[in-house]
C-alpha cells in the first residue's frame, strides 16, 4: 500500500508538510474555536452572563455596614425635643409622621418605629419585625440616655466580617457549576446538531477523517473556553467581590475539568440523535432546568424536603456546585468531595458509552 | 491483482428500498477511468440514493458495487482518501473563511494540492479571508468542490453541483471540472440540466422510477430518436387542429403537446417547416409562436417517459 493511513502521526501532531494544514485534531478543534468565538451571542452567554449574575446578585445581597436607624416621630408638641435627642445621640434619621399615618408608617416600612411625644414618650412598632424591634432597643437607649440614665458599663465592641460566609462567597462556586453545565451542554450538542441539520457531519463522514477525532475536537475546544470561563468568573469574583478561593488552585481546577467533561458527555448524549436544533433545546433545557432548581445555584438544595434529598444529591450540577464550595469556600481537599466526584465520573462515562452507540452520524 | 484497471465504478444489480419504495431497482453501470458520466433523471428518480451508495455513505440492500478495484465492506479507510465527494445539501460551516475551511478538509487527507493551490483551481483566491457566509451560491459551490478536491482524488462525486446557479457560475463550475478531467481525474456527476449534460460528459445514463432507461453519448441518445430536431409551435386563439394531421406532415416522427404548445420531432426540417405552414393555411389557423431546436437529452427523455425531465 502507497498511502500511509491517515491518523499515523498521532504523537507528532504537526505534519511535516507544505500544505499548511495541521494535524485533522488541530484542525477541528481550531474551527470549533473560531465558530464560536465568531458567534457573538454565544461569547455573551458564557462570559458575559455569569458576570453580570454575579454583579446583579453580589449588588443585591450585599453586606451592609453600620445604617441609621430610621425613627418616626409623630408631629405634635414635644416631637422637636425627641428629635434633638436623637440627632445629638447620631446614628438616626428622624422621619416627621403626621398623626393619623402612625400605624401605616409601621406598616410599610416607612419608619420601624414611631415615637409619640409624651411623659413618658409611647414607642409603636411591630413586634414580629427583626428591624423594628433593632429600632425600638437603639431608640429606647438614645432616649434614655438624652434623660440622663448612665449605663453600668461599656463594653468593648469588635465588628467582625467574615469573609468567605457572605452570600456572594456562596454563590460564585454556584455560578460556575452552572456555567459548566450550561457551556458543556450548549458547547458540545448545539454545534453538533447544527453539523447534523446542515449535512456537515455527513459532508465529514465522506471524508477520511477520523470520528473519534471529531467527537474529540468538541472536547478539546470546550477545555479551552473552560480554562477561559473559570478565569474570567473566578478572577471577576476576587477583583471585585474580593471571593477568595480557600482551596488549592489545582483542585479547583481539577474539578472545573472533570465538570466539563461529564457534562460534555452528556451534552453528546443529548446531541446524539436530535435532529433539528428544537429538539436538542427542549431536551437540553428538560434537563437543565430542574438542576437550576434543584441543585443549589441560587439557593441550598438542603430548602428541599428530606424526601427529596438522595435524588438531587445523584444530580451532576448538585456533585459539581457542592465540590467547589467545598474547595472554594472551605478549602477542602480534592479527597473530601471523592463521593461528588464519583458521582460526575459516573455520569460522565455513561453519557458518553451511551452517546457512542447512539449517535448518527447521517 | 488482476482488477480492470480501466473501470473506475462498476456496479451489478444494485437494490436500495426504503419500506414500499424501491428507490434503486436492480441498477447495473460501469464507468470507465478518465471518464465524466452524467446520471441524468427527474427528481425522485434515484439519482442521489445511487451515487451515495457509491460513495459507501449508503448500503445496498442487494447487489454489488466496486470503486476504484475496492469495496466498501473492505477497504473503506483506502477508498475515503481516493474519493473526491460534493454533496447535495452541504453546508459549511458560516464563520470560517474559505482558507480555514479549505485548510480543515485538506488536513483529513494524507497528501494533496496546497490551499492556495486549491484555491487557484477554483478561482477563490480573492476570497481567501471572506467568511463562507459572505459567499454567492456559485462561490460556495466552487469551495465545495474545492473541499472534494483537497485529497487529490482520483474520482470525484458531484450530487448536482449547480442546481440553482446562475449561468456563469454553472459555466465558471464546468471550467474546474474540466481541468479536473485534464488531469485524468473521473467524475460522477448528477444533474438535471441536459446543457450541462451535453456540455461536460462522454457519457449518460438516465434514469427514471430507480431504473436506467438510456444510456450512451449525449450524441448517441439524441440520435436514437431518429429526429435531429424539434419544431415547436403554438396556435393563436385556441385554434384547434387533430394531431394526426401533423403526424402525417413530411420528416414528422413524433408528436407531441402540452399546455401552450405543439412539438413536432422530425429527421427533416427542410421539408416539415414548409408542409406545417401550407397545412395550417389550409386550416385558416395562425401561429401565435414558431421555433426549431435542434433535439436534446430532454427530447429523449420526454420521448422514453412521455414526462418532462424537470416536473415543475
Request: proline share 4%; with cysteine; hydrophobic share 45%.
Amino acid at each position: 500500500m502507497s498511502r500511509p493511513p491517515s491518523h499515523q502521526s498521532s504523537s507528532v501532531l504537526r505534519r511535516p508538510s507544505s500544505s499548511g494544514a495541521r494535524h485533522p485534531l488541530i484542525e477541528l478543534t481550531l474551527a470549533r474555536f473560531r465558530e464560536f468565538l465568531r458567534e457573538p451571542e454565544a461569547v455573551f452567554w458564557v462570559f458575559m452572563f455569569p458576570v453580570i449574575m454575579t454583579c446583579a446578585l453580589g449588588i443585591a445581597f450585599r453586606t451592609r455596614g453600620a445604617e441609621p436607624v430610621i425613627a418616626g416621630i409623630v408631629e405634635q408638641d414635644g416631637a422637636d425635643d425627641l428629635a434633638r435627642a436623637l440627632e445629638s445621640a447620631g446614628g438616626f434619621t428622624v422621619r416627621r409622621i403626621a398623626p393619623d399615618q402612625v400605624d401605616r408608617a409601621v406598616r410599610d416600612g416607612r419608619a420601624p418605629v414611631v415615637i409619640v411625644p409624651g411623659t413618658p414618650p409611647t414607642y409603636r412598632f411591630d413586634q414580629a419585625r427583626a428591624e423594628s424591634q433593632v429600632a425600638r432597643l437603639a431608640v429606647d437607649r438614645a432616649l434614655q440616655r438624652a434623660a440622663g440614665r448612665n449605663d453600668a458599663f461599656t463594653a468593648v465592641e469588635q465588628p467582625v466580617q467574615n469573609v468567605g460566609s457572605r452570600y456572594i462567597d456562596w454563590l460564585v462556586p454556584g455560578l460556575l457549576g452552572m456555567n459548566i453545565m450550561s457551556t458543556g451542554l450548549w458547547g458540545v450538542g448545539f454545534s453538533i446538531v447544527q453539523a447534523r441539520t446542515k449535512k456537515l457531519l455527513k459532508r465529514l463522514v465522506a471524508t477520511p477523517m477520523s470520528k473519534a477525532h471529531y467527537l474529540m475536537s468538541h472536547v478539546f475546544s470546550r477545555l479551552l473556553f473552560l480554562t477561559l470561563e473559570v478565569v474570567v468568573i473566578v478572577g471577576f469574583a476576587w477583583l471585585f467581590f474580593d471571593v477568595k478561593v480557600h482551596g488549592a488552585l489545582w483542585s479547583l481546577a481539577g474539578l472545573a475539568l472533570l465538570g466539563a467533561l461529564s457534562f460534555g458527555g452528556l451534552g453528546l448524549l443529548l446531541a446524539s440523535r436530535a435532529r433539528t436544533i428544537e429538539a436538542v433545546s427542549g431536551l437540553m433545557n428538560l434537563v437543565m432546568l430542574p438542576m437550576w432548581v434543584l441543585s443549589g445555584v441560587f439557593f441550598a438544595s438542603t430548602n428541599f424536603p428530606d424526601a427529596m434529598q438522595p435524588f438531587i444529591r445523584l444530580l451532576p450540577l448538585t456533585a459539581l456546585n457542592d465540590a467547589l464550595r467545598a474547595i472554594v469556600n472551605e478549602g477542602q481537599a480534592l479527597a473530601t468531595v471523592a463521593t461528588e466526584i464519583a458521582i460526575l465520573t459516573t455520569w460522565g462515562l455513561v453519557s458518553f458509552v451511551l452517546s457512542l452507540r447512539l449517535f448518527r452520524w447521517q | 491483482m488482476v482488477a480492470e484497471p480501466a473501470i473506475a465504478l462498476h456496479c451489478e444489480g444494485v437494490v436500495k428500498r426504503y419500506g414500499s419504495v424501491t428507490a434503486v431497482d436492480g441498477l447495473d453501470l460501469k464507468v470507465l477511468r478518465g471518464e465524466c458520466f452524467g446520471l441524468l433523471g427527474p427528481n425522485g428518480a434515484g439519482k442521489t440514493t445511487t451515487i451515495e451508495i457509491l460513495e459507501g455513505l449508503l448500503h445496498a440492500d442487494d447487489g454489488e458495487v466496486t470503486v476504484l478495484g475496492q469495496r466498501w465492506k473492505s477497504d473503506a479507510a483506502t477508498l475515503r482518501q481516493r474519493l473526491g465527494i460534493q454533496l447535495q445539501e452541504t453546508q459549511l460551516a458560516d464563520k470560517l473563511t474559505v482558507a480555514e475551511t479549505l485548510r480543515l478538509f485538506r488536513s483529513f487527507y494524507p497528501s494533496g494540492p496546497t490551499v492556495d493551490e486549491l484555491l487557484d483551481t477554483v478561482e477563490l483566491k480573492p476570497k481567501r479571508d471572506a467568511w463562507v457566509s459572505k459567499l454567492s451560491g456559485g462561490q460556495k459551490q466552487r469551495l465545495s468542490v474545492a473541499c472534494a478536491l483537497a485529497g487529490r482524488p482520483e474520482l470525484l462525486f458531484l450530487d448536482e453541483p449547480t442546481t440553482g446557479l446562475d449561468p456563469q457560475s454553472r459555466r465558471q463550475l464546468w471550467e474546474v471540472l474540466e481541468r479536473f478531467r485534464e488531469r485524468g481525474g473521473t467524475i460522477l456527476i448528477t444533474t438535471h440540466y441536459m446543457d450541462e449534460a451535453h456540455a461536460l460528459c462522454d457519457r449518460v445514463g438516465i434514469m427514471d422510477k430507480g431504473k436506467l432507461i438510456a444510456l450512451g453519448t449525449p450524441r448517441e441518445l439524441v440520435a436514437s430518436l431518429g429526429a435531429e430536431h424539434v419544431v415547436e409551435f403554438a396556435l393563436a386563439n385556441g385554434h384547434a387542429i387533430e394531431n394526426a394531421l401533423f403526424a402525417a406532415l413530411p420528416g414528422v416522427r413524433d408528436v407531441r403537446q402540452d399546455d401552450t404548445h405543439l412539438h413536432l420531432s422530425t429527421s427533416e426540417l427542410h421539408l416539415t417547416v414548409p408542409a406545417l405552414l401550407a397545412l395550417l393555411s389550409r386550416q385558416q389557423a395562425t401561429l401565435s409562436q414558431l421555433g426549431t431546436h435542434s433535439a436534446t437529452l430532454e427530447d429523449v427523455f420526454v420521448t422514453l417517459t412521455g414526462r418532462q425531465l424537470r416536473d415543475e
